[in-house]
């Protein structure tokens, strides 16, 4: 063999042999790589899919939970099924109103096509959607809905997805679960229709997928796994796409539907090879899988093995030709290839072979250099959505941290106001806050305000003997006493360097930051509770407003507390009166039945007074299966007047005259009479003497039986002032935080992307959290109106001010015309501050009625018979007849951007003054606003109580 064919045979070793070694090496590791890369990108994807899928359906379950708790389904639904087959009765017709009020809204809100609410047997009695009503209402659910209704009746639940043929074939859920009445008991059940669009726009969303990939969601049913998603490569219907559990296809969701989460090759419904993921979701019991082709998968390895099998063969052919001459050249091209191989395959991504030189050695190291570079992006791109995922797991931690809070406080609320006494459970509720906080002591003071005192209700982490010693503190001593009296919160932090004196008592029990809030029903101060912890120097905006929230609450259910035994006393006062008359007196309802009698006719017909609630009168009384020919009780449901007749009834001892008065409801309704029987059998020897009589004890009874109802609608007035007080101090409460968070999250904004283009955008977000503040201020002055605060107020004077509000208020061209020449002294006994927010709300009423191109208002004031007159008359748009009727009605309103509140305000302000507001308006020729108010306080009276002080 000749040196020539050694050398050549030599160099082809030397060439071919190391190129050959590192070429597979590098292919292997590249391709190991990859497929790692490829199948940690699946998982997270698949992970991410069925994590976002859980969420929405938690959601879902979630927010019909929340409709559960409504109070108006409690009290609606009943009226609902109990006038199913009556719609256009007045009570179904209210309820209806009511729900239509709220459910519309809350379908918009959470994004569903419809809100079902539906009887028992089965039949739709309400939905949300208008376009469906007649469709549904007093129907039964369809076959393919009914599964929902009977589980609904159980506990929450979703059902299996369908095609719904009424909204062209869009694929749905039902989610369904009991509805309570306000007595705990099941009374239909709740359904919400809910398009699955945003599900499938989540798994439609295939970004890191390539061309290939696909996201599958299935379920297991038998022996079968039904495909819930859209499959990519298949014309049948998806509904119907099933696979046998055990089969040689679609093993990647077969594991999934199954329980089990992993990754790996595997082979997808096609038969195809596929790189795949997949994640089991327990809560649905689905299963979700992130796949791509094998193919495609390894593509850039595939086009790595060409590259080398083409680099060797051309290696190859001219290594022959040109192995003397390009021995030397090749082998430190080799070398460097196969350290930079080595390096790569180490992890090293930044480092470049970098060989220049125009052959197939160099466009190796190029093709190497390109492979680097696309490893070390494809890594990048794996730490990134790394990062998303741990930037979505802190703000879950955050979320779950503020959903034990809601539901800690919503839980504590109902637990408050449940309460006949919440002074025995604030111990409970604040142990609990006390624990989610991680704090180790709590104080609960109720006020003294006539010793000036503070005692101790309850009390946490500190001895019985310690909490003997401050049973009592006075107002201005220590931190609670100092709030007592304040009506301020203390916040108090790094309390162990601190020399404030009023920490010396919580210092004295190692005590390292604390926080008191006052306990208030307006202004009054019912108590304190304070949270203080051993182990922290300072306390998070978020424990400190949720401490706010559980002093609020208690402050609350407090008031609501007095309120009611207020309501009690006042009951039993009345029933004592009642029992007092020595009359035979019965309350009959329109059915003849028995709903109240006094002591005098109970004894009298030998029963206790609840034995004759609910008999019918004429069979108690007279012994008859019908009411008498001369009953009085149906002559007054006849023609609702008052009727009185003499008879002879031996069960009740002799000659009776009997009287029935008309007894009507709130809206003017005849629900029954006050029957009033007086024993005349000795009075017969002297009828004139009775005669003369009659008519005064007629008028008494009336009186009385007038003055019993006026204190009935009182406490009812008394008690929907407390519940609207109770509402809008929740409501305040809960939408001011977030309001604020959004106003903070919008400075942020404007500060830190400075881009004119957002300007608009974040000017606008600011008007809408102002008149959202502004409808909180209204509601809360609506809710804490007091009585007047009395002054001498010159009437003019305070016009004029509201005038100038008014001009600025208004944005379109006014004249306003005033003439108060007739008025003489403008002076009169008031309350400036009511005055001011009296004439306001008429005057910004009266500019907003006026058409876009201006108009005018004229400003009347007269004097008459010890009052005032302020007429206030625009050239707007006016009102119907209905709608001016309804105009003092709280939350009633025309506007689009309105609480419904002013005229309300104005009413009853002007109430309380004593004076009276009417409104006299029609369409097309403006509105006249009429107020009338004594010169003098009129309930100023020595030794009396004003009626506003009794309300």
Same mark, same amino acid.
């Given at each position: ?349 930044? +480092? ?164 008191? +809030? ?434």
């Amino acid at each position: 063999m000749s040196i020539r064919i050694k050398l050549v045979s030599i160099f082809m070793a030397l060439a071919l042999i190391p190129l050959l070694f590192v070429s597979i090496i590098t292919f292997r590791n590249y391709k190991n790589s990859l497929k790692e890369i490829r199948l940690s990108q699946l998982k997270d994807i698949a992970a991410l899919k069925a994590e976002r899928l859980a969420d929405y359906f938690s959601g879902l379950q979630s927010n019909i939970e929340i409709v559960q708790g409504l109070v108006n389904i409690k009290r609606n639904l009943p009226a609902l099924i109990r006038f199913a087959q009556n719609p256009s009765n007045p009570e179904f017709v209210a309820a209806k109103k009511t729900l239509d009020g709220q459910l519309p809204k809350i379908q918009e809100i959470l994004g569903i096509t419809d809100l079902m609410l539906v009887s028992p047997g089965g039949e739709v009695v309400y939905t949300s959607n208008s376009k469906y009503y007649s469709e549904e209402f007093g129907h039964r659910l369809p076959d393919y809905e009914w599964d929902s209704f009977l589980q609904g009746q159980k506990g929450v639940y979703l059902s299996e997805m369908f095609r719904n043929k009424a909204e062209d074939n869009k694929i749905e859920i039902m989610v369904s679960a009991p509805a309570f009445g306000l007595d705990g008991e099941s009374i239909g059940v709740i359904v919400f229709e809910v398009e699955m669009g945003p599900v499938y726009t989540l798994i439609q969303n295939k970004t890191g997928l390539g061309q290939t990939g696909e996201i599958l969601i299935g379920k297991k049913k038998g022996q079968d796994v039904i495909f819930l998603s859209d499959l990519k490569y298949t014309l049948e219907d998806d509904f119907n796409k099933h696979l046998k559990i055990g089969s040689s296809l679609g093993i990647a969701i077969q594991r999934a539907v199954s329980g089990q989460s992993g990754e790996g090759p595997s082979i997808d419904y096609r038969g195809k090879e596929t790189m795949a993921a997949w994640q089991y979701i327990p809560s649905l019991n689905w299963g979700v899988v992130a796949k791509i082709d094998a193919e495609e998968a390894f593509a850039n390895a595939n086009k790595l093995k060409r590259l080398v099998e083409f680099i060797l063969f051309i290696v190859t052919i001219l290594g022959g030709v040109m192995a003397f001459s390009l021995a030397r050249s090749i082998a430190k091209p080799i070398k460097k290839l196969a350290e930079g191989a080595k390096l790569i395959g180490a992890g090293h991504l930044d +480092h470049k072979v970098a060989i220049p030189v125009k052959d197939e050695v160099g466009d190796l190291s190029r093709a190497f250099d390109k492979m680097t570079s696309d490893l070390k992006a494809v890594v990048a791109s794996r730490d990134e959505l790394n990062q998303e995922i741990a930037d979505r797991k802190l703000i879950e931690r955050a979320l779950k941290w503020h959903e034990a809070r809601n539901a800690i406080l919503s839980d504590s609320g109902a637990i408050l106001l449940a309460s006949d006494d919440p002074q025995k459970i604030i111990d409970q509720i604040c142990q609990q806050t006390m624990r989610f906080l991680n704090c180790q002591v709590f104080f609960n003071f109720l006020a003294m305000p006539v010793e000036k005192k503070l005692r101790l209700n309850a009390y946490a982490g500190i001895p019985q003997e310690t909490a003997q010693g401050i049973e009592w503190i006075d107002y201005g001593v220590a931190v609670c006493g100092f709030v007592a009296q304040t009506g301020k919160r203390i916040i108090a932090e790094d309390i162990l360097q601190t020399k404030d004196p009023r920490t010396d008592l919580v210092r004295g029990f190692g005590v390292r930051s604390y926080c008191c +809030h006052p306990l208030l029903a307006g202004e009054k101060v019912l108590g304190t509770i304070s949270f203080g912890s051993t182990q922290r120097d300072k306390f998070n905006e978020a424990e400190i407003a949720m401490m706010k929230a559980t002093a609020d609450m208690v402050a609350v259910a407090l008031e609501r507390n007095r309120a009611l035994e207020a309501e009690r006393r006042g009951r039993m006062e009345w029933e004592r009166t009642f029992d007092s008359v020595p009359d035979l007196i019965a309350i009959l309802d329109s059915e003849h039945r028995v709903v109240q009698v006094n002591q005098a006719l109970a004894a009298k017909l030998g029963k206790k007074r609840e034995e004759c609630v609910g008999l019918a009168c004429f069979n108690v009384i007279h012994g008859t299966n019908e009411p008498p020919v001369f009953c009085p009780h149906s002559q007054t449901l006849k023609d609702r007047c008052e009727h009185c007749v003499e008879i002879n009834e031996p069960s009740l001892g002799g000659n009776l005259l009997v009287t029935t008065t008309p007894l009507l409801d709130d809206n003017g309704k005849l629900v029954g009479t006050v029957h009033v029987a007086r024993d005349i059998t000795e009075q017969k020897k002297a009828e004139q003497i009775l005669k003369r009589d009659k008519e005064t004890f007629e008028r008494l009874v009336t009186e009385r039986t007038k003055e019993l109802m006026s204190a009935k609608v009182q406490l009812e007035m008394a008690k929907r002032l407390s519940d609207i007080g109770t509402l809008s101090a929740t409501v305040a409460h809960e939408l001011r935080n977030p309001l604020a968070a959004i106003g903070m999250a919008v400075e942020n904004i404007r500060r830190k992307a400075q881009n004119p283009d957002l300007e608009k955008h974040l000017a606008n977000i600011g008007k809408k959290i102002t008149e959202s503040d502004q409808i909180i201020n209204n509601l809360l002055f609506y809710s804490r109106l007091k009585p007047p605060h009395y002054e001498a107020v010159n009437i003019v004077h305070t016009m004029d001010e509201c005038v100038e509000l008014a001009e600025k208020h208004t944005k379109t061209s006014v004249q306003i015309t005033k003439m108060f020449d007739s008025l003489g002294d403008p002076v009169i006994d008031a309350d400036p501050v009511q005055m001011r927010e009296v004439f306001s709300n008429i005057l910004n009423n009266a500019c907003d009625a006026l058409p876009g191109n201006g108009g005018s208002i004229v400003l009347k004031g007269e004097s008459q018979d010890g009052f005032i007159t302020v007429l206030v008359q625009d050239n707007g748009h006016g009102m119907s007849r209905e709608h001016a009727e309804r105009a003092f009605d709280p939350f009633f309103t025309t506007k689009a951007k309105g609480t419904g509140l002013g005229l309300a305000v104005c009413r009853q302000v002007v109430s309380f003054h004593g004076g009276t507001i009417t409104i006299d308006s029609e369409p097309g020729k403006g509105t006249a606003v009429m107020v009338r108010l004594p010169r003098k306080n009129v309930f100023r009276t020595e030794g009396s109580v004003s009626l506003s002080q009794m309300k």
